[in-house]
C-alpha cells in the first residue's frame, strides 16, 4: 500500500509527484509579506545668536590747563554673527505594523493577494487552507514521508512513462519534462527576499502546527528538516531502470528502492531538475541561516 505513494498506478499516472513542490510553495509562503518601514526626519531651525561691543565715550579734559583733546578712539568693527551649528533632530519613527494576519481558517485568500502584491506567481498555487496543507506537508518530508490526500498546487501535464531498451524498462527521460516549468517557477526565486519576509506569516505556520501536534515547536526547524531530506536525494547519472510489478514500477537498484518516498518520488523529476531544486533549496538554507 505505501508503494502506491511511491509511484504511479498505470492507470492513473498524472496524480503522482503533487508533494515536491510543497517546500516551494512554503518557501513562497513565508516570503509573501510586502511591507515596508517609513521613515522620516524633522529638522529644527537653526538658532542664530549674535553679540557687539559698543565703544566707550572719551572723558572730557579738566577746565584748567587745557590739553590737546584725546583722539576719539576708532570704533571697533562690528563682529560677524556668530551662527550656533546646525542641529539636526532626527526622532525615530515607529515602524507601520504588517497587516493584521487573519484567523487561520481564513487565511488563503489573504497570502495569495500578499504574494500577489509582492510580484510572485501565484498561479501554480491551489489549496483552499494553503498554510494548513503546507504545514500538513512539510511534518510528514522532513520524515521522509508523502502526503497524498492534499494538493497545495496544480497537476503536472502528460504522464510517467517508461522506454524499453534491450529487454529492460527505463525511465523515458521525456517524462521530466513535464516538471520543467513548476521547476522554472522555483528556481526563479530570490531565496533571500524570501526568508527575509518570513516573520508576517510565521504566526499562522506555528498556529497550523501546533494544531497537528507541535505546540511547542519551530515550525522554521521543519522546514530546514524537510529541506535536508530532499538534499540527501541522489543524483542518478544515467538512465534509472526499473521494474515492471504489474500494478506499478519499482527501482530495479535495490538502493534506490530502500529510499524514503520522498527521496524516491524527487527521483521521478529527472537529473537536471534534481540539480537544480537541490541548488536552490541550498539557497533558502542558506538564506533561514543568515536571517
Given at each position: 500500500m505505501a508503494e502506491q505513494d511511491n509511484y504511479p498506478d498505470k492507470e492513473?499516472?498524472?496524480?503522482a509527484a503533487r508533494w515536491i513542490v510543497a517546500v516551494i510553495v512554503i518557501v513562497i509562503i513565508i516570503g509573501g509579506g510586502s511591507w515596508w518601514l517609513l521613515s522620516g526626519s524633522n529638522e529644527s531651525e537653526p538658532k542664530q545668536t549674535q553679540s557687539m561691543d559698543m565703544p566707550k565715550q572719551p572723558e572730557e579734559a579738566p577746565a584748567v590747563e587745557p590739553k590737546e583733546p584725546e583722539p576719539t578712539p576708532e570704533p571697533e568693527p562690528e563682529p560677524e554673527p556668530v551662527v550656533s551649528p546646525e542641529t539636526s533632530t532626527e526622532e525615530p519613527v515607529e515602524p507601520e505594523p504588517a497587516i493584521t494576519l487573519p484567523e487561520l481558517n481564513e487565511s488563503t485568500p489573504t497570502v495569495l493577494q500578499e504574494l500577489d502584491n509582492s510580484g510572485l506567481e501565484i498561479q501554480p498555487l491551489k489549496s483552499s487552507q494553503l498554510i494548513k496543507d503546507a504545514v500538513v506537508i512539510i511534518d510528514n518530508l522532513r520524515n521522509g514521508m508523502l502526503v497524498t490526500d492534499r494538493t497545495v498546487v496544480q497537476r503536472p501535464d502528460g504522464r510517467f512513462s517508461v522506454i524499453e531498451v534491450e529487454g529492460e524498462l527505463?525511465?523515458?527521460e521525456q517524462s521530466y519534462q513535464r516538471y520543467d516549468p513548476i521547476v522554472d517557477w522555483f528556481t526563479s526565486l530570490d531565496a533571500s527576499a524570501l526568508v527575509d519576509n518570513y516573520e508576517l506569516f510565521k504566526p499562522l505556520f506555528q498556529e497550523a502546527y501546533g494544531e497537528i501536534g507541535y505546540p511547542d515547536s519551530d515550525f522554521e526547524n521543519a522546514v530546514i528538516e524537510a529541506i535536508n531530506v530532499l538534499l540527501?536525494?541522489?543524483v542518478p547519472e544515467s538512465l534509472v531502470r526499473v521494474d515492471d510489478d504489474?500494478?506499478?514500477?519499482?527501482y530495479h537498484d535495490s538502493s534506490l528502492e530502500a529510499l524514503p518516498p520522498a527521496q524516491k518520488q524527487l527521483l521521478r523529476m529527472g537529473?537536471?531538475?534534481i540539480k537544480r531544486i537541490k541548488a536552490k533549496l541550498r539557497d533558502v538554507k542558506a538564506a533561514f541561516r543568515d536571517n
Open positions: 492513473n499516472s498524472s496524480s527505463y525511465i523515458d540527501e536525494t541522489p504489474s500494478v506499478m514500477y519499482t537529473p537536471e531538475n
